[in-house]
């Protein structure tokens, strides 16, 4: 109890505490769960097959083989791929409409959502649907809030996206999919579920997705927006590249903080014997803090994405045969967003606090960001000028 309430106040001091206080590099979490905080160790969990046969854990058993699923990813990565530029304009956009003071990390979301709101569903299908969707993101309901009477409000806001869904892959089922060219994400699932996944499970694909693109995309542009404005020269432009952000960003405070793998067979492990089924987890913020592979990793600085020998393991979207399929276009995603962002803008923030909230994704506490347009080669409207 006493330990649960310390993880609370500060989760990831927290795991880096009993990662240094543990002799094998493997230790209990206050939950029961084991923590692998050695970084060789952590990689053969993420990399080794005897930690990885069989089907991905991301996907439950909502896909029949790793075949499907492997499938499944190429074919959401590629969507989406191709429509980058489509993101790219309507996040150009969409930027340049924020209000000067906008409130983050919820802008972000709604950003990513407005961005992909045609490619997750083509603008005539269901407008209740696409309405529904948007207010899932306005509720806040893609990342489990942290405090319970938060989640509790959330429960009572956050639509029942699911049945609607459900009935929208039956409806499409029966009547049949474009043959040449997906309308949108449903229609790509469609295309690549093989015919035993119920339209339920298909659903389900659908808003893991949804979740993936929208919420754990807009929570990324919000760490990186945060970082880069309280480490960047006051009242400058940014110094780095937006793609150095939003690596630098992913590695200080990467969003997805645990991913778990089950003990397949009796074995032992950093020197604990395991049971099969007990579940090892994985913390890309442990491995990219890693005080012997990184220089002064407790420090945001975008340029060592420059330096060469400065790469120590980088696992943000996991690592070996269940890695993220989207890794490379949600990198993008994030880089363009900042971009769009930062274009003839001047870009401060205020409330900022580095400490996340943990709950299933480690996301930044609330903040507002000040964006004031600066008129092309003259001063900015808020601040008299860019200092160079
Ligand atoms: C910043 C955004 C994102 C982060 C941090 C992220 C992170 C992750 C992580 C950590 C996993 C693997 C979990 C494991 O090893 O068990 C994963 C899996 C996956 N992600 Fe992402 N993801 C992001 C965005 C996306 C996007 C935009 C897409 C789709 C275009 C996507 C599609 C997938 C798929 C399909 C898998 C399952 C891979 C497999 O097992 O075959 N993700 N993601």
């Known amino acids: ?65 790793r075949p499907a699923q492997n499938d499944f990813g190429h074919a959401v990565r590629n969507l989406v791929r191709a429509r980058l530029p489509e993101y790219r304009v309507n996040m150009a956009k969409a930027a340049a409409e924020l209000p000067e003071a906008s409130q983050w990390p919820a802008t972000g979301a709604m950003l990513v959502y407005r961005c992909t709101a045609d490619l997750l569903l083509q603008p005539d299908a269901s407008p209740t649907l696409r309405r529904s969707m948007e207010q899932a993101v306005r509720v806040g309901s893609l990342v489990r809030a942290p405090h319970m009477w938060q989640r509790a409000l959330v429960e009572m806001r956050r639509p029942k996206l699911k049945p609607m869904v459900v009935e929208l892959v039956t409806a499409r089922r029966r009547e049949g999919i474009p043959a040449d060219e997906p309308r949108d994400l449903l229609d790509t699932l469609i295309a690549v579920c093989p015919d035993e996944v119920t339209s339920r499970e298909l659903a389900d694909l659908y808003l893991l997705m949804f979740l993936s693109i929208v919420g754990t995309v807009g929570h990324s542009v919000a760490w990186s927006l ?65 005080e012997n592979r990184w220089t002064r990793p407790g420090v945001f600085r975008p340029e060592r994405w420059a330096e060469p020998g400065e790469h120590g393991p980088y696992v943000p979207f996991s690592s070996g045969p269940f890695i993220c399929a989207g890794a490379a276009v949600a990198q993008t995603m994030i880089s363009d967003a900042l971009t769009a962002l930062a274009d003839g803008a001047h870009l401060t923030v205020t409330g900022g606090d580095l400490r996340p909230f943990v709950t299933n994704a480690a996301i930044c506490r609330p903040f507002v960001l000040h964006r004031t347009t600066k008129p092309r080669g003259g001063p900015s409207r808020r601040e008299g000028g860019e200092q160079p």
């Open 1 to 65: 109890m006493v330990e649960m309430l310390r993880f609370r106040r500060d989760p990831l001091g927290f795991v880096e505490n009993y990662s240094h206080r543990s002799p094998s590099g493997v230790f209990r979490l206050p939950w029961g769960a084991w923590c692998v905080g050695d970084s060789d160790l952590a990689l053969v969990v993420l990399r080794d097959p005897a930690f990885n046969t069989g089907t991905a854990p991301f996907f439950g058993d909502l896909l029949p083989s």
């Open 226 to 290: 945060l970082l880069a404005c309280l480490h960047g020269r006051p009242r400058s432009s940014w110094p780095w590249p937006a793609d150095w952000i939003a690596r630098e960003a992913a590695r200080h405070r990467p969003v997805v903080w645990m991913v778990g793998r089950s003990v397949p067979r009796p074995t032992e492990f950093g020197g604990v014997p395991f049971q099969p089924g007990a579940v090892l987890s994985v913390s890309p913020y442990l491995l990219h803090h890693d």
